[in-house]
């Protein structure tokens, strides 16, 4: 239910902001927080659940404790050899944004900042690739892949 109630004050102070003063300024400052919040969030996930690791493996076990994976309806993370490899098929954000008659959030840099920040806190070296986010087009059945690496 708090986690819940999170995404709500979230997605009223974007409503807000964007109502106000336009969906750039909303999405610049909803990117800026998300970012601090990756980093924040990964710092305590590392602590509370004694994660020591600076691999794939370990960013994608404290990723699916954050609160962004934990909310995702039918979300994938998979961990193969050297990448990890996190899908949301199904947005509650945005589908949501969709029956209010709203456009598609182009979410892109909000999420790409938490999750950049989110691996840096494990390891510098390790890459996130956006494979497809609003506002670009994508398929039915996917909202978002985003793909982690070590860089070589």
């Known amino acids: 239910m708090h986690l819940r109630d999170m995404w709500a ?11 106000n003063w336009g969906t750039d300024a909303a999405t610049e400052i909803d990117r800026k927080v998300w970012e601090a919040m990756g980093k924040i969030e990964a710092r305590k996930i590392k602590k509370l659940f004694d994660i ?22 039918d979300k994938e993370i998979i961990i193969k050899e050297d990448k990890g490899i996190v899908r ?14 709203l456009p598609e959030f182009g979410c892109k ?24 986010c609003p506002p ?3 398929p039915e059945n996917l909202w978002c892949e985003w ?3 070590i860089k070589k």
């Open 52 to 73: 020591k690791g600076s691999d794939i493996a370990s960013v994608m076990k404290a990723l699916s404790y954050s609160g962004w994976a934990l909310d995702l309806e």
């Open 9 to 19: 004050v979230d997605g009223l102070y974007y409503l807000g902001i964007e109502e």
């Open 136 to 138: 670009e087009k994508h």
């Open 88 to 101: 949301n098929v199904k947005c509650r954000i945005q589908n949501t944004r969709l029956s209010k008659g």
């Open 147 to 149: 793909i982690f690496v």
């Open 109 to 132: 840099p909000v999420r790409f900042g938490f999750l950049k920040s989110f691996a840096k806190e494990f390891n510098p070296e390790i890459e996130v690739i956006c494979n497809v």
